[in-house]
């Protein structure tokens, strides 16, 4: 029986010699990882010793159906770190990819008073949408 990191590299290598994108004609551009790489939390994130994003399995791809995609990628990385259940490395994925990426995301974000959807603005100035 083929070890994982076996069949994880005869993939790869399968992978390397496709010249199209996995979705559609166009050249290969880049390699796009299934699933998206940011669903897995970083090795920064992780107690000593995990590393879930070692060998993950990449697929042709051109810079449409990969780069361009990355808040899809984003949206399904929060929809499921988001989940009530889980383990402890999905709890700290959320704590701190994901509470990160949301933090980054407010930061800047100023009320200008035109959305009618408002319901307040916070002390730092952050709005509050309905």
């Known amino acids: 029986m ?3 990191s076996r069949l ?6 399968i992978s390397m010699k496709i010249k199209t994108c ?3 004609d166009q050249p290969v551009t880049s390699r796009e990882h299934v699933p998206p790489k940011c669903i897995f939390p970083e090795k920064k994130d992780l107690p000593k010793g995990f590393d879930f994003r070692k060998n993950l399995i990449k697929v042709p791809s051109c810079d449409e159906h990969n780069s361009h995609k ?3 990628d984003e949206y ?3 929809v499921l770190a988001s ?3 889980g383990n402890k490395h999905k709890n700290l994925h ?3 990819k994901v509470m990160r990426a949301i933090n980054s995301r407010m930061h800047g974000v100023e009320c200008t008073n035109e959305c009618t959807e408002c319901t307040e603005c916070t002390g730092s100035g952050l709005v509050l949408c309905a």
């Open 94 to 96: 959320f704590e701190r």
């Open 76 to 78: 399904l990385m929060f």
């Open 2 to 4: 083929a070890s994982t």
């Open 83 to 85: 989940s009530p259940h």
């Open 70 to 72: 990355s808040m899809d």
């Open 22 to 24: 996995y979705m559609c």
């Open 8 to 13: 994880l590299s005869i993939l790869e290598l």
